[in-house]
């Protein structure tokens, strides 16, 4: 089988990145690529810093799932709500959280989004929209749709994109929150990361219908698949889910078709796995997919997309140097803070 | 002052808190139109509208998850979970979310949450619907439980509740719905947190809550007879507790019984007599004592459910014991 030809396998819906997408304005093209840059330097600096140990626990890495926060994220509008999961640096800083204050917390300092407190897998920033990632996988379901059903009940506007993988979509809340959604008309946007293995388990094993798009039908919900190495696809799949939400005509269930390459965390050698089977998709990066669209198709420049890379690297480099050199630890005195509102100290 | 049931107390708390603020919305199964399986929210729909009372599905971890997501947003959830055994099944969304998101993202988000919770026993409904789970949450921090026991505390403390920034869990004891009180008029709160003395002694203290309040005060009572002279301490809140009064009362009495319908083993009295010990041993003139269900599901059958469940011969039993040196 040609690798073509596996590409279409594992996403039927492959569209390939050969014509200049003119629907969609060549700023947010470029910013898309920008964003998928950034996560890509980012993720690869925790990799690092997590095998010298300066990251502790577990860091669940974002690599080759770029397009999916960068093309979604880009679909809203500020003020509009996301939640994450365990593997959400990249959605955070596709919707804006500042890298230094992300390589704080993965650092365990103060000054950290979370103040030390949450680390790799609850990074949140609420008064952005950010309602945060969570270690247990499809418990962001819940709050997701609580945010639209939120934003209905004050008329203000917003919409909910709630992110969420292979696994989640086994889960209960799944099922139950896309039923309230659709009953309730809410404005959100179930997006289905269907990176095709839950840790060690690859979803086939497990479920006998792998279009999770599909399971949008019994709801009464629009359900599509997109190409999620696809950046502009993604975008363009979100930004009509977005709009539709907006418009007050209810959830959307999207299923991000991609696949992982890495371990499920930094540490997992994925020796459960034939790696020999996925050489095929190193040539589909989804960043040098893009990258070669912008150069090839649209004409951007060399020097362009070198700007592009030199600046997030620069902006990663600042970021590990504040988290290293200019954060605090938090202290003794910090350990009861936060846990009940208002200072209040339940001992 | 007026007379309420409790069942009134809390409706009127309700719509009282929802009139003063249109960020609180009630959701549940029959919350809406029905009025609640035990009638609590009846009329709430009519005054205030789809928008702010929401039947749901019965989808506890669904509509769970969704108050948790109201709340991080800046509405005030009130949801039910319509008996106290099903909590079970929002139990991810109460302790891993609702619990911990203030904490585990730095302080920087709100979570003005109020589960009510219809809980205990004593109508033969068993196994799946008699349950008394509040000490489950007593090990999970972050969290605040209320257990009022007359519906002027019913009242007060579900006003409290409400305006609370904290997740609360708010067991209202099914048996007690139609117990009338006289409940104070105007807007009437109740601080979280602080211990009620609803009968003073000088012999024994004894220390419970909700229900068991009443079969407590009837326990006393028949050891007044007896020359036996009890205190009584509602708690009201389990979490944070006020050890406080409890400790000032046992400085007074030296003797300790701490009473509550859940199961003995693992009910939050066991915490409670590990406090009184550890802080205040040296008040104590005789073992701690509790009184609790039998360490078994609530059976069905009526006279089996009266031996499982604790009651004011019980208590008294128990208090005799105690002050005789029997144990």
């Known amino acids: 089988m040609s690798d073509i030809e596996k590409i279409k396998e594992l996403i039927p819906c492959f569209v390939p990145m050969e014509e200049k997408v003119d629907d969609i304005p060549m700023e947010k093209q470029v910013n898309m690529f920008r964003t998928m840059c950034l996560i890509r330097a980012f993720e690869e600096r925790v990799r690092d810093l997590w095998l010298q140990n300066k990251i502790r626990g577990l860091a669940h890495l974002y690599v080759y799932a770029e397009a999916i926060a960068a093309g979604a994220c880009e679909a809203l509008e500020p003020g509009d709500y996301i939640t994450s999961t365990h593997r959400g640096h990249g959605h955070a800083l596709a919707r804006g959280a500042e890298p230094r204050l992300m390589m704080a917390e993965l650092l365990g300092k103060r000054e950290g989004y979370n103040r030390g407190k949450g680390g790799s897998m609850h990074i949140a920033d609420v008064s952005a929209g950010i309602l945060g990632a969570t270690g247990i996988v499809g418990s962001g379901i819940g709050p997701a749709t609580g945010a639209a059903l939120s934003a209905k009940i004050k008329k203000d506007g917003k919409v909910s994109l709630c992110f969420f993988g292979d696994g989640a979509s086994n889960q209960g809340p799944f099922f139950e929150c896309m039923n309230m959604a659709a009953a309730w008309n809410l404005p959100i946007i179930f997006l289905c990361e269907n990176n095709f293995w839950g840790i060690g388990t690859e979803l086939n094993r497990i479920t006998k219908n792998t279009n999770i798009y599909e399971r949008s039908i019994g709801f009464g919900v629009p359900g599509v698949q997109v190409d999620g190495f696809n950046v502009l696809e993604v975008y363009r799949a979100v930004k009509k889910a977005v709009d539709r939400a907006r418009a007050g005509d209810g959830p959307t269930l999207i299923e991000a078709r991609f696949m992982r390459i890495e371990g499920h965390h930094s540490g997992d050698t994925q020796a459960y796995r034939d790696l020999s089977s996925i050489k095929f998709l190193y040539d589909f990066d989804p960043i040098l997919r893009m990258q070669k669209y912008l150069t090839e198709v649209c004409g951007i420049t060399t020097e362009t997309i070198d700007a592009i890379r030199s600046e997030v690297n620069k902006l990663i480099d600042e970021a590990v140097s504040y988290a290293e050199n200019e954060c605090t630890e938090p202290s003794q005195s910090d350990l009861y803070e936060d846990l009940y509102a208002n200072g209040e100290i339940v001992l | ?327």
């Open chain 2, 1 to 327: 002052m007026s007379v309420m049931t409790v069942r009134e107390a809390i409706n009127s708390a309700l719509a009282e808190e929802m009139r003063r603020d249109p960020s609180v919305v009630l959701m549940g199964c029959d919350v809406a139109l029905k009025g609640g399986p035990f009638g609590v929210t009846l009329g709430l729909l009519k005054e205030f509208g789809p928008e702010r009372v929401y039947d749901t599905p019965i989808s506890e971890p669904g509509f769970t998850g969704i108050g948790v997501g109201l709340a991080a947003t800046g509405i005030r959830p009130v949801i039910e979970i319509m008996f106290c055994d099903w909590v079970t099944l929002a139990m991810d969304q109460i302790v891993n979310m609702a619990a911990k998101m203030r904490y585990m993202f730095g302080g920087k988000v709100n979570m003005p949450i109020v589960f009510r919770i219809p809980f205990g026993a004593g109508g033969g409904q068993a196994a799946q619907h008699s349950q008394s789970l509040e000490a489950w949450f007593n090990h999970v921090p972050g969290l605040k439980i209320v257990v009022p026991s007359t519906p002027a505390d019913y009242k007060g403390l579900l006003k409290a509740a409400i305006r609370d920034d904290n997740p609360v869990l708010f067991f209202e004891h099914k048996r007690n719905y139609m117990l009338k009180g006289e409940v104070p008029s105007g807007d009437y709160i109740k601080p979280l947190g602080k211990a009620d003395i609803k009968r003073s002694g000088a012999d024994v203290t004894i220390v419970t809550y909700s229900s068991m309040v009443f079969s407590s005060l009837e326990a006393a009572e028949a050891l007044e007879k007896e020359g036996i002279d009890c205190e009584v301490i509602d708690l009201c809140t389990l979490l944070p507790l006020d050890y406080d009064t409890v400790l000032a009362s046992i400085a007074k009495t030296n003797r300790v019984v701490v009473v509550h319908e859940a199961q003995k083993r693992g009910g939050i009295g066991s915490d409670i007599v590990a406090e009184i010990v550890e802080r205040g041993f040296d008040l104590l003139d005789a073992p701690p004592l509790r009184v609790g269900a039998l360490n078994i599901p609530v059976p069905y059958n009526e006279a089996l459910e009266k031996m499982c469940l604790p009651d004011a011969g019980k208590i008294a039993e128990c208090v005799r014991k105690l002050v005789n040196n029997q144990i």
